[in-house]
């Protein structure tokens, strides 16, 4: 079993990496953190508890950072073009969804959950990195205590999608993001050299819909929409599931190429966000990258194998 806290900014490809995770026999999920990125704290904080209440998911929900690692960063946007108004597709979310965020903040949460079950607990962070970054300089201690971290962000021998040189989960607190990568724990990064690649089509999310049966899998191909129109000039057919990637590494690391070395995050001018790896045993000048933590990227991916993972998770659970 994996004991998975996922960090997270509701978010179109959030909710089906979430709604995967619930239904996966193979994780307890024990908590959702929030943090700002496809829509404000606000939003993205009541899209959790929103979809919380409508799977009937136990873990609780804990509002996170709503703003930047450094408070004085220059901040981005919300990409309402994507994500929609109210962050998934517009489907409608009401404002009060009755119920309420777990009274801590996410990176004490992360650090409390870590802390009671050392060597146990997984990080899955699909949003900015901020929360990540909080908790490790509140308690860098629990850099030895986690299981592993891996996130979905970045990208190497890719060009990003916010600019050609930044993916947005890094673009939106890159020191945060090199924080996350230089501490010595171990991370694993499912950027977009991967998740690119990865590309649910319409019909295939119609198929988990009617496989289901479920109220839920209706929600998830609904609130989809909207970013499947996004994604239409992007891709041939159908959405991205960026964040479902990093949930499959969890469960199926198999299904991945990786390579190891150091990461940096270039922060300010006009590559800000731009992750890059140093291979090891490749050889250079002094650099940046010296004496850090190797960490792993994903460099490949068998994506038809990561689409049946998916479908055959959310389709594992029928009734709602
Ligand atoms: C990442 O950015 C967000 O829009 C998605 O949810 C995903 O986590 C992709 O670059
Ligand atoms: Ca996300």
């Given at each position: 079993?994996?004991?998975?806290?996922?960090?997270?900014?509701?978010?179109?490809?959030?909710?089906?990496?979430?709604?995967?995770?619930?239904?996966?026999?193979?994780?307890?999920?024990?908590?959702?953190?929030?943090?700002?990125?496809?829509?404000?704290?606000?939003?993205?904080?009541?899209?959790?508890?929103?979809?919380?209440?409508?799977?009937?998911?136990?873990a609780?929900?804990?509002?996170?950072?709503?703003?930047?690692?450094?408070?004085?960063r220059?901040?981005?946007?919300?990409?309402?073009?994507?994500?929609?108004?109210?962050?998934?597709?517009?489907?409608?979310?009401?404002?009060?969804?009755?119920?309420?965020?777990?009274?801590?903040?996410?990176?004490?949460?992360?650090?409390?959950?870590?802390?009671?079950?050392?060597?146990?607990?997984?990080?899955?962070?699909?949003?900015?990195?901020?929360?990540?970054?909080?908790?490790?300089?509140?308690?860098?201690?629990?850099?030895?205590?986690?299981?592993?971290?891996?996130?979905?962000?970045?990208?190497?021998?890719?060009?990003?999608?916010?600019?050609?040189?930044?993916?947005?989960?890094?673009?939106?607190?890159?020191?945060?993001?090199?924080?996350?990568f230089?501490?010595?724990?171990?991370?694993?990064?499912?950027?977009?050299?991967?998740?690119?690649?990865?590309?649910?089509?319409?019909?295939?999310?119609?198929?988990?819909?009617?496989?289901a049966?479920?109220?839920?899998?209706?929600?998830?191909?609904?609130?989809?929409?909207?970013?499947?129109?996004?994604?239409?000039?992007?891709v041939?057919?159908?959405?991205?599931?960026?964040?479902?990637?990093?949930?499959?590494?969890?469960?199926?690391?198999?299904?991945?190429?990786?390579?190891?070395?150091?990461?940096?995050?270039?922060?300010?001018?006009?590559?800000?966000?731009?992750?890059?790896?140093?291979?090891?045993?490749?050889?250079f000048?002094?650099?940046?990258?010296?004496?850090?933590?190797?960490?792993?990227?994903?460099?490949?991916?068998?994506?038809?194998?990561?689409?049946?993972?998916?479908?055959?998770?959310?389709?594992?659970?029928?009734?709602?």
């Amino acid at each position: 079993m994996h004991k998975v806290i996922f960090d997270t900014d509701p978010g179109v490809d959030d909710a089906m990496a979430l709604l995967f995770l619930h239904h996966h026999p193979q994780i307890d999920l024990l908590g959702i953190t929030t943090v700002f990125g496809n829509a404000t704290i606000e939003t993205t904080t009541r899209n959790a508890l929103y979809l919380k209440r409508e799977w009937k998911i136990d873990a609780p929900v804990v509002r996170g950072a709503g703003e930047t690692f450094l408070p004085n960063r220059v901040s981005h946007e919300p990409p309402k073009y994507i994500h929609g108004d109210d962050g998934l597709g517009n489907i409608g979310v009401p404002d009060d969804v009755g119920i309420h965020a777990d009274p801590r903040l996410a990176h004490r949460f992360i650090i409390e959950a870590i802390k009671a079950d050392p060597g146990e607990v997984t990080l899955v962070a699909v949003g900015r990195m901020t929360n990540l970054a909080l908790a490790l300089r509140e308690a860098p201690e629990i850099a030895k205590l986690v299981k592993q971290v891996v996130i979905m962000g970045g990208a190497f021998e890719v060009n990003g999608n916010v600019t050609p040189a930044a993916e947005a989960n890094i673009h939106g607190d890159p020191e945060a993001a090199d924080v996350v990568f230089t501490a010595d724990w171990p991370v694993v990064v499912v950027g977009l050299d991967v998740t690119m690649q990865t590309v649910m089509t319409n019909g295939q999310l119609a198929d988990i819909r009617d496989a289901a049966g479920s109220s839920r899998a209706r929600l998830l191909f609904d609130l989809s929409q909207f970013y499947i129109q996004f994604y239409q000039s992007r891709v041939p057919d159908g959405m991205v599931v960026h964040d479902s990637c990093a949930c499959v590494y969890v469960v199926a690391p198999e299904l991945f190429e990786t390579r190891k070395g150091t990461i940096r995050v270039v922060c300010g001018g006009i590559a800000d966000g731009q992750t890059i790896q140093k291979p090891d045993g490749r050889g250079f000048g002094p650099s940046e990258w010296d004496n850090l933590p190797s960490q792993t990227i994903c460099t490949g991916i068998d994506a038809p194998a990561v689409l049946k993972l998916i479908h055959d998770a959310i389709v594992s659970v029928k009734e709602d």
